[in-house]
């Protein structure tokens, strides 16, 4: 069992660019999950997925764009880059709505 | 989430127990008590939870009080690796799916 697994582990952009975060679970969760951590704000959400095909936005979703074809993949797409999404992102899922949250190792994103 | 109240940071010396308090006055009768650890630079890591009986795992001990006002997170043999900042997070089905982490306590284990 690998959990949740993130790539890539590190990333540079430069403004304008875009970009797929990568998310994937093996636990078969319907829930799955973007959240961002900047300094001093802890975490956000962005999107969520309550199963495939269905997702919803979450806090601070412009700028993000999420879609859910499979159970196992939940990747996050950075349509045009800006030094306001540099930050780190973590992808997590559970089982339902109030089950225990499985977090990823993180993505850190920097966007110059 | 009904709010929750940690301390911003404890000590602990490695091989004492560590108690990680946390006050949730306003919760309701259906949310859950959560605690979450992250370690430096680490995604957050799921501890344990609870609703009104204490519950024990191999990671930790969650005591909450017959009120349900508040509760203890236990680590019974604190290490240096236990070093972390713990969330406590009540949170339940209507409480939408957002967690709100708060800033939580930032635990020093010392040698």
């Known amino acids: 069992n690998a959990g949740v697994t993130q790539t890539p582990k590190f990333q540079v952009l430069k403004t304008g660019q875009s970009m797929t975060l990568q998310c994937a679970q093996d636990?078969?969760?319907?829930?799955m999950s973007w959240y961002r951590q900047d300094p001093g704000m802890g975490l956000r959400l962005i999107h969520y997925?309550?199963?495939?095909?269905?997702?919803d936005q979450g806090e601070v979703p412009n700028g993000y764009n999420v879609s859910r074809s499979t159970t196992e993949d939940f990747p996050l797409r950075l349509l045009s880059a800006a030094p306001s999404q540099t930050s780190v992102y973590f992808c997590a899922s559970s089982l339902q709505l109030d089950s225990p949250r499985f977090f990823g190792p993180g993505t850190r994103l920097t966007v110059l | 989430d009904a709010k929750t109240t940690q301390p911003p940071s404890m000590d602990c010396a490695e091989g004492r127990a560590a108690n990680l308090p946390c006050n949730h006055s306003?919760?309701?009768?259906?949310?859950?008590v959560y605690w979450y650890r992250q370690i430096h630079s680490q995604g957050p890591q799921y501890i344990i939870h609870g609703l009104k009986n204490n519950e024990t795992n191999e990671m930790a001990s969650l005591i909450i009080t017959e009120d349900r006002k508040s509760s203890t997170l236990i680590l019974p043999h604190a290490t240096l690796r236990d070093t972390a900042v713990y969330y406590c997070?009540?949170?339940?089905?209507?409480?939408?799916?957002?967690?709100?982490f708060g800033k939580g306590t930032s635990l020093l284990v010392t040698p």
């Open positions: 306003t919760i309701s009768g259906n949310e859950y």
């Open positions: 997070i009540a949170h339940g089905p209507n409480s939408g799916y957002a967690l709100n």
């Open positions: 997925s309550v199963g495939a095909g269905i997702t």
């Open positions: 636990m078969n969760h319907e829930y």
